[in-house]
């Protein structure tokens, strides 16, 4: 189904459903309906590549327009909302409602979203180089061979993909009962463009990374019916989904070389967005809500499946069953004190083929399970209202997580632990005065202990604090701020298969996080409002980073296996990675009369990494290892900006207009391949009914 | 096991129905479980006030017409109709009796004695809540099945915070109007977005409640789903699988390496490449298995592996497709 006659279809039914609603509601219309519609023009211009300066904009002048309805009767309401920016940005939002019996909603909705293209063009401004080769002066044969190249089949191509959702919700209440039935449709599909870039394995000789152009036509489609009623003392709500992912455009094939018998040489499929269905039921259940004692108990059933239609590869078999279920027990004896016991089990359990052939692999290849994961958590809150104006709040929280099917003999290298305990430790404390609602204090200390860490998804210990507050000393001023710090620390042994035994490297690592936010607001004078507000997010990790993962130990040189480096493998101790990010932003309006008002903003964030290895490190008699050069090719220099103007004028009570200019600009300080800029003006005019 | 025991809960609670149907006054009240006493005289108003009735009190008063109006036009306006079934909604539900509030009142334009209401905004959220729920625990609302043990509720937050009654007809928060309000709240969650790589949120595009049911669920942070995964792959289906071949079990929780609000690392990365990868896996180095051979011996070396890693390593979320190797290289 091609974009436009999509984007048709939808006009139309939004049409025929507004035209429905009218029929409907018109000959029983005994109120003065509401209604605001408007129109303006959009002129857009920009400057080298605009894609990350407005991530979300399609960037071409267009015509505007938006209408807000409102038309109901005493028994009927019908609610509209549309806005159209442009052809691939726009929106319908309906809601129809009749006697609170029926209700339906209706929603159509556009986004544009830019998409990075990487250049693999010889010759280009930041570009990737056409070709890298090196040099052995140790090994003969190996004078300057070319260890890599690039190649783009699509250099000129620009990518981007258009987004549409479809979503129909309708909520039908029974006759003379509290019950209800649900039933609910959403179809999503993503149009366009994007990069494809993927290597050709022929590493013996030399890494052929690649880039083209893959076709998208991606479309969800997701069912819903769901039946819910209050049954006296309890209520209870059983639930069905049926959601399938269908890729419309063939998986994108290429020709591939051989490799020294271990991969033969032809045309195969790149790795597809498979096909895909997922499933799922719930059943719940909940006494009342408004008791001192309220419990709930929900459990899901599902099951996602892959659907995969690859040609070269076979069987293609991967499904997942889960369940999920949680319990909620919460006791609130008093107006003082409330305690909540939370409980929930997850258990995955996934199953593959163990064997697949590929049109490219000359035998057949093993495949080993996925892992399966279970998962039980406890929790206990306990809250206690001191007093009207503090409340203090404290939760216990283990987690026992349980991986089947973990590789225990590492000869795929790191594996993830089997089991990982994990408790939570969490008090904090709220103050609001409530006298003049001026003063609020929010504080919350986090401390986390895990037996057994997942290595840099988990630690061992983890602490963090947060403050956040809000003051209003006058009517005419006041501040918001928030401040957050945690640490986590974490060592793993990475073992590793080598030819005498597993062999395990000592890994530590600290990860701390930072953030502060600070806003203002006043108004300084009658006429004027001021928003200031400022934020600072910091990262700092030290870790150990291990390179190379070679079994073998180096041949001609003594290595002893208990060392910590062992020949083709090395640790690189205390490497540190650190980001930060600063963001500015300032709004100020000014009522330049009672008719006419001036809006000024401006934004500025800056984001800097990087991270910094030190090593050298001789590998066979080859070449020395250094780290020169990593920490360049991996640092981050960003500047983001952005201004505007508007004014809004009531020319008269029911007439409207305005007019607006920004500007955003997005600028790497390391590369300017995505450097841009995009100005955008704005006219428009409303009336209201 | 699991299809047999959803079966028999499933006929259980349907067996339930049968007596539940048949009583219809138990049926449509609410029957709350030990009370809090404190809360509910709190709610109760003054006891030596009268209920008025809509009329009475506003027909004193036009000062409150357009309050009065758009919540006519609205979903709480349309129960006053007796023929819906459901509780009656209007200004003393939630007021409290007013006839104290207009004892004084003789002509167009004298003020009620409001402070003879129910004081909404100094009650305890608790009780502020309670009085939304004494109608929603009789009527079904699935989507407060977690509301008593959510983040929220136990977090000094009330259903007003959330939910002004008195804007407009339309009670519901919009998608347009979402975000700022959480960001109310939430300030480093508005500062998160300003980065360039985001959800689109700031241009409402995606709504925080998109991923984020506020009432609560049964999973972490008040994501929807059963896993984190399944809250994004319902927009980013293409990464669902599952996969032959899967990233461990990484892959089930998104954040593991991505940060969903903003990120400066394309795309919504928390760190960048190489070094995220490298925080797990080993980097390349000469040798005979797996690393290529001088890939730290010169500047354009270390570019090519040092720099994305998924440049080559694309199908980073998954593959069907075995590597040269038969295992988990995860390229192509």
Same mark, same amino acid.
């Given at each position: 189904?091609?974009?436009?006659?999509?984007?048709?279809?939808?006009?139309?039914?939004?049409?025929?459903?507004?035209?429905?609603?009218?029929?409907?509601?018109?000959?029983?219309?005994?109120?003065?309906?509401?209604?605001?519609?408007?129109?303006?023009?959009?002129?857009?211009?920009?400057?080298?590549?605009?894609?990350?300066?407005?991530?979300?904009?399609?960037?071409?002048?267009?015509?505007?327009?938006?209408?807000?309805?409102?038309?109901?009767?005493?028994?009927?309401?019908?609610?509209?909302?549309?806005?159209?920016?442009?052809?691939?940005?726009?929106?319908?939002?309906?809601?129809?409602?009749?006697?609170?019996?029926?209700?339906?909603?209706?929603?159509?909705?556009?986004?544009?979203?830019?998409?990075?293209?990487?250049?693999?063009?010889?010759?280009?401004?930041?570009?990737?180089?056409?070709?890298?080769?090196?040099?052995?002066?140790?090994?003969?044969?190996?004078?300057?061979?070319?260890?890599?190249?690039?190649?783009?089949?699509?250099?000129?191509?620009?990518?981007?993909?258009?987004?549409?959702?479809?979503?129909?919700?309708?909520?039908?209440?029974?006759?003379?009962?509290?019950?209800?039935?649900?039933?609910?449709?959403?179809?999503?599909?993503?149009?366009?463009?994007?990069?494809?870039?993927?290597?050709?394995?022929?590493?013996?000789?030399?890494?052929?990374?690649?880039?083209?152009?893959?076709?998208?036509?991606?479309?969800?489609?997701?069912?819903?019916?769901?039946?819910?009623?209050?049954?006296?003392?309890?209520?209870?709500?059983?639930?069905?989904?049926?959601?399938?992912?269908?890729?419309?455009?063939?998986?994108?094939?290429?020709?591939?070389?051989?490799?020294?018998?271990?991969?033969?040489?032809?045309?195969?499929?790149?790795?597809?967005?498979?096909?895909?269905?997922?499933?799922?039921?719930?059943?719940?259940?909940?006494?009342?809500?408004?008791?001192?004692?309220?419990?709930?108990?929900?459990?899901?059933?599902?099951?996602?499946?892959?659907?995969?239609?690859?040609?070269?590869?076979?069987?293609?078999?991967?499904?997942?069953?889960?369940?999920?279920?949680?319990?909620?027990?919460?006791?609130?004896?008093?107006?003082?004190?409330?305690?909540?016991?939370?409980?929930?089990?997850?258990?995955?359990?996934?199953?593959?083929?163990?064997?697949?052939?590929?049109?490219?692999?000359?035998?057949?290849?093993?495949?080993?399970?996925?892992?399966?994961?279970?998962?039980?958590?406890?929790?206990?809150?306990?809250?206690?209202?001191?007093?009207?104006?503090?409340?203090?709040?404290?939760?216990?929280?283990?987690?026992?997580?349980?991986?089947?099917?973990?590789?225990?003999?590492?000869?795929?290298?790191?594996?993830?632990?089997?089991?990982?305990?994990?408790?939570?430790?969490?008090?904090?404390?709220?103050?609001?005065?409530?006298?003049?609602?001026?003063?609020?204090?929010?504080?919350?200390?986090?401390?986390?202990?895990?037996?057994?860490?997942?290595?840099?998804?988990?630690?061992?210990?983890?602490?963090?604090?947060?403050?956040?507050?809000?003051?209003?000393?006058?009517?005419?001023?006041?501040?918001?701020?928030?401040?957050?710090?945690?640490?986590?620390?974490?060592?793993?042994?990475?073992?590793?298969?080598?030819?005498?035994?597993?062999?395990?490297?000592?890994?530590?690592?600290?990860?701390?996080?930072?953030?502060?936010?600070?806003?203002?607001?006043?108004?300084?004078?009658?006429?004027?409002?001021?928003?200031?507000?400022?934020?600072?997010?910091?990262?700092?990790?030290?870790?150990?980073?291990?390179?190379?993962?070679?079994?073998?130990?180096?041949?001609?040189?003594?290595?002893?296996?208990?060392?910590?480096?062992?020949?083709?493998?090395?640790?690189?101790?205390?490497?540190?990675?650190?980001?930060?990010?600063?963001?500015?932003?300032?709004?100020?309006?000014?009522?330049?009369?009672?008719?006419?008002?001036?809006?000024?903003?401006?934004?500025?964030?800056?984001?800097?990494?990087?991270?910094?290895?030190?090593?050298?490190?001789?590998?066979?008699?080859?070449?020395?290892?250094?780290?020169?050069?990593?920490?360049?090719?991996?640092?981050?220099?960003?500047?983001?900006?952005?201004?505007?103007?508007?004014?809004?004028?009531?020319?008269?009570?029911?007439?409207?207009?305005?007019?607006?200019?920004?500007?955003?600009?997005?600028?790497?300080?390391?590369?300017?391949?995505?450097?841009?800029?995009?100005?955008?003006?704005?006219?428009?005019?409303?009336?209201?009914? | 096991?699991?299809?047999?025991?959803?079966?028999?809960?499933?006929?259980?609670?349907?067996?339930?129905?049968?007596?539940?149907?048949?009583?219809?006054?138990?049926?449509?009240?609410?029957?709350?479980?030990?009370?809090?006493?404190?809360?509910?005289?709190?709610?109760?108003?003054?006891?030596?006030?009268?209920?008025?009735?809509?009329?009475?009190?506003?027909?004193?008063?036009?000062?409150?017409?357009?309050?009065?109006?758009?919540? $006519?036009?609205?979903?709480? @306006?349309? /129960?006053?109709? !007796?023929?819906?079934?459901?509780?009656?909604?209007? *200004?003393?539900? +939630? &007021?409290?009796?007013?006839?104290?509030?207009?004892?004084?009142?003789?002509?167009?334009?004298?003020?009620?004695?409001?402070?003879?209401?129910?004081?909404?905004?100094?009650?305890?959220?608790?009780?502020?809540?309670?009085?939304?729920?004494?109608?929603?625990?009789?009527?079904?609302?699935?989507?407060?099945?977690?509301?008593?043990?959510?983040?929220?509720?136990?977090?000094?937050?009330?259903?007003?915070?959330? $939910?002004?009654?008195?804007? @407009?007809? /339309?009670?519901? !928060?919009?998608?347009?109007?979402?975000?700022?309000? *959480?960001?109310? +709240? &939430?300030?480093?969650?508005?500062?998160?977005?300003?980065?360039?790589?985001?959800?689109?949120?700031?241009?409402?595009?995606?709504?925080?409640?998109?991923?984020?049911?506020?009432?609560?669920?049964?999973?972490?942070?008040?994501?929807?789903?059963?896993?984190?995964?399944?809250?994004?792959?319902?927009?980013?289906?293409?990464?669902?699988?599952?996969?032959?071949?899967?990233?461990?079990?990484?892959?089930?929780?998104?954040?593991?390496?991505?940060?969903?609000?903003?990120?400066?690392?394309?795309?919504?990365?928390?760190?960048?490449?190489?070094?995220?990868?490298?925080?797990?896996?080993?980097?390349?180095?000469?040798?005979?298995?797996?690393?290529?051979?001088?890939?730290?011996?010169?500047?354009?070396?270390?570019?090519?592996?040092?720099?994305?890693?998924?440049?080559?390593?694309?199908?980073?979320?998954?593959?069907?497709?075995?590597?040269?190797?038969?295992?988990?290289?995860?390229?192509?």
């Amino acid at each position: 189904m091609n974009k436009y006659r999509f984007t048709g279809y939808g006009v139309k039914f939004g049409r025929l459903l507004f035209v429905i609603g009218c029929a409907v509601l018109l000959p029983g219309v005994t109120f003065a309906s509401s209604l605001v519609a408007g129109g303006g023009y959009s002129v857009v211009s920009d400057e080298d590549t605009p894609g990350r300066a407005a991530e979300y904009r399609e960037n071409e002048s267009s015509p505007t327009f938006d209408l807000q309805a409102l038309i109901g009767s005493d028994k009927k309401h019908l609610y509209l909302d549309t806005a159209y920016n442009s052809e691939n940005d726009y929106r319908v939002e309906s809601s129809f409602d009749v006697m609170t019996v029926l209700h339906v909603n209706l929603r159509l909705e556009k986004l544009f979203h830019n998409l990075d293209h990487i250049p693999y063009r010889p010759g280009t401004t930041d570009s990737r180089n056409s070709a890298v080769t090196y040099n052995s002066p140790f090994i003969a044969g190996d004078d300057v061979v070319t260890r890599a190249d690039y190649a783009d089949q699509n250099p000129a191509d620009e990518y981007s993909l258009d987004a549409q959702t479809l979503q129909l919700d309708m909520r039908y209440k029974l006759p003379d009962i509290p019950a209800h039935i649900n039933l609910g449709y959403w179809r999503y599909q993503k149009q366009g463009s994007r990069q494809l870039r993927f290597m050709d394995e022929d590493c013996a000789t030399a890494c052929h990374l690649q880039s083209r152009t893959r076709k998208l036509d991606r479309v969800t489609n997701e069912f819903t019916a769901s039946a819910d009623g209050h049954l006296g003392f309890f209520d209870l709500i059983v639930s069905y989904l049926y959601r399938d992912f269908k890729d419309q455009e063939d998986t994108p094939r290429d020709t591939f070389s051989a490799i020294d018998g271990r991969r033969l040489a032809g045309s195969a499929e790149h790795s597809e967005d498979p096909d895909s269905k997922m499933q799922e039921a719930t059943l719940a259940v909940h006494t009342s809500l408004s008791g001192g004692v309220v419990a709930n108990l929900s459990y899901t059933l599902g099951k996602r499946e892959n659907q995969s239609l690859l040609k070269t590869v076979s069987p293609v078999e991967a499904e997942v069953d889960y369940y999920k279920a949680a319990g909620d027990f919460a006791f609130t004896p008093s107006d003082t004190v409330s305690m909540i016991l939370r409980l929930r089990q997850l258990d995955l359990n996934y199953d593959n083929n163990d064997a697949i052939t590929s049109s490219l692999i000359p035998a057949v290849a093993p495949v080993s399970e996925n892992l399966d994961l279970k998962e039980n958590i406890i929790e206990l809150i306990s809250t206690w209202r001191v007093s009207r104006n503090l409340q203090l709040k404290a939760l216990l929280k283990r987690g026992e997580t349980q991986r089947d099917n973990v590789d225990t003999t590492f000869a795929s290298g790191w594996q993830p632990p089997a089991k990982e305990v994990k408790s939570t430790f969490k008090m904090g404390g709220y103050y609001k005065s409530r006298n003049d609602r001026r003063l609020s204090v929010n504080t919350t200390y986090t401390f986390e202990k895990n037996a057994a860490p997942a290595y840099a998804t988990s630690s061992y210990d983890s602490h963090e604090l947060s403050v956040s507050t809000s003051f209003q000393p006058a009517l005419s001023w006041g501040v918001n701020a928030s401040a957050r710090a945690g640490v986590d620390l974490a060592n793993y042994a990475e073992s590793l298969l080598i030819s005498s035994g597993v062999y395990a490297f000592e890994r530590n690592r600290e990860r701390q996080k930072q953030n502060v936010n600070f806003g203002i607001w006043t108004v300084p004078a009658q006429r004027v409002s001021l928003n200031f507000n400022y934020g600072f997010f910091r990262t700092a990790i030290t870790q150990d980073l291990l390179f190379g993962n070679d079994a073998d130990p180096q041949s001609g040189l003594t290595t002893s296996l208990t060392a910590v480096e062992s020949g083709h493998t090395f640790m690189d101790r205390d490497v540190e990675f650190l980001q930060q990010i600063h963001m500015l932003s300032a709004d100020l309006g000014v009522q330049l009369s009672d008719l006419v008002r001036l809006r000024l903003a401006g934004r500025y964030v800056r984001a800097t990494a990087e991270y910094s290895p030190d090593f050298d490190y001789q590998v066979e008699m080859d070449y020395l290892a250094t780290a020169e050069g990593l920490a360049d090719i991996g640092r981050i220099d960003l500047v983001q900006s952005g201004a505007e103007v508007g004014i809004d004028w009531r020319v008269m009570e029911r007439l409207r207009c305005g007019a607006e200019i920004s500007y955003v600009d997005y600028h790497d300080k390391n590369m300017s391949t995505f450097d841009g800029s995009v100005t955008r003006s704005m006219v428009n005019i409303a009336y209201v009914w | 096991m699991k299809k047999k025991l959803f079966l028999l809960l499933a006929v259980t609670a349907l067996a339930a129905l049968i007596p539940a149907c048949s009583d219809l006054s138990s049926m449509r009240s609410d029957t709350p479980l030990l009370p809090v006493k404190e809360y509910e005289r709190m709610i109760v108003g003054r006891l030596d006030a009268d209920y008025v009735g809509n009329d009475a009190c506003l027909a004193k008063c036009h000062a409150h017409d357009k309050i009065a109006d758009d919540f $006519h036009n609205s979903v709480h @306006g349309a /129960q006053v109709q !007796v023929e819906t079934g459901l509780p009656l909604v209007n *200004c003393e539900s +939630c &007021h409290g009796p007013g006839s104290l509030a207009i004892e004084k009142v003789q002509h167009d334009g004298d003020k009620c004695s409001s402070d003879r209401l129910l004081n909404l905004r100094n009650l305890p959220k608790q009780a502020q809540s309670l009085i939304c729920l004494k109608c929603h625990s009789a009527s079904s609302t699935p989507v407060l099945t977690y509301w008593s043990g959510s983040t929220h509720a136990t977090s000094d937050v009330s259903c007003s915070d959330c $939910h002004a009654l008195h804007v @407009g007809p /339309q009670q519901k !928060v919009s998608r347009q109007e979402m975000s700022e309000l *959480c960001f109310k +709240c &939430h300030q480093q969650v508005r500062m998160e977005f300003a980065n360039f790589s985001h959800h689109p949120v700031p241009e409402h595009k995606v709504m925080c409640a998109d991923c984020h049911n506020p009432h609560g669920t049964a999973n972490d942070k008040m994501l929807k789903g059963a896993t984190t995964r399944q809250v994004c792959t319902r927009c980013h289906m293409e990464y669902q699988g599952p996969f032959v071949y899967e990233h461990a079990d990484l892959t089930e929780n998104c954040s593991n390496c991505h940060t969903a609000h903003g990120s400066p690392n394309e795309p919504l990365l928390d760190v960048g490449q190489p070094f995220l990868c490298l925080q797990c896996h080993a980097g390349h180095l000469g040798g005979n298995n797996h690393s290529a051979r001088g890939s730290l011996s010169s500047r354009s070396m270390k570019e090519a592996f040092f720099s994305r890693c998924t440049d080559c390593h694309s199908a980073i979320h998954g593959s069907d497709i075995p590597s040269k190797s038969g295992g988990t290289f995860i390229a192509r």
